[in-house]
């Protein structure tokens, strides 16, 4: 018979009764997400996956399908400070990352902060303003920090960056460039909902929005705590040799003129453990891996045009990594 009060079998306890209680409180907060937007489960439970992983989220998809809202509805869950920005072609980076004001009572000029000085951004329609305000995101984004004037300042913690945007009008906007889509830990796109959804989405607001009756379900210590645990799900070296046969699959295929970069390897590796943790294990599995390629390698590779060529404005990527995904073995 098994000895229950042995040291191991404490052990095992223990990380059950952990991931058990992880697993109810990110299962609140995926149905708390999911009142307000409506029958996009995958899109709801991979941005969650990118907040646990501690990464940020770029949400890209035509007007009108949720975007704006899915952010927002995040935000609200999520009991630390919030910011939205609505880029602009007219938007100066001291509009994001504050500037320093001269005090005529002191004599001194004194620090005022701008909006990225919190724990959620809403970066709406980030394309629409130049690549000079873009850039002073990629600081922010990368190292948790930004640098104003020859001085660094810390930004709070957890950090998170939601981004959106309109693939389609091209009108009055500047693509984002490789560098800054490859801070971005992962791509979702919500798609058209299904006639029921859409049903429910206008019963739901006749009377007045969901997310009016959103209120947060986790503080900022609770993200803190839950990214930490990410990192202690397992990976055996099968997969990650798996993980690493992939990425060097797309830097040697002929449908790609940019493969994946060593940033966007270790995004896949950390956003694997975060799906396990929403999943309710506590160690990775050859479909953890394979489902996040498209959202996780997406928007980070770039496909030769001969290739392009021949798919709908869109399908490019996912097209050329499915393709890549067929020929790699999956470990037994």
Known sequence: MLNCLSPECNRKRGIASLITGTLERLRELQVTIERVIRGKSDAVQLSITALLAGGHLLVEDV????????????????????????????????????????????????????????????????????????SSLLEAMAEGRATIENQTYELPRPFLVLATQNPIEHHGTYPLPESQLDRFLMRVRMGYPSIEDEKQILRSQAFRHPIDDVAPVMSTEDILELQQEVRNVRIDDALVDYLMHVVDATRRAETLELGVSPRGTLALYRSAQALALTEGRDYCIADDIKRLIAPVFGHRVVVNARYSSRLRHGEESDAALAEIVRNVPVPI
């Open 63 to 134: 007007p009108g399908v949720g975007k704006t809202t899915l952010a927002q509805t995040i935000a609200r869950c999520l009991a630390g400070s919030f910011q939205r920005i609505q880029f602009t072609s007219d938007l100066l980076p001291s509009d994001i990352v504050g500037l320093s004001i001269y005090n005529q009572r002191s004599g001194e000029f004194e620090f005022k902060p701008g909006p990225i000085f919190a724990n959620v951004i809403l970066a709406d329609e980030i394309n629409r303003t130049t690549p000079k305000t873009q």
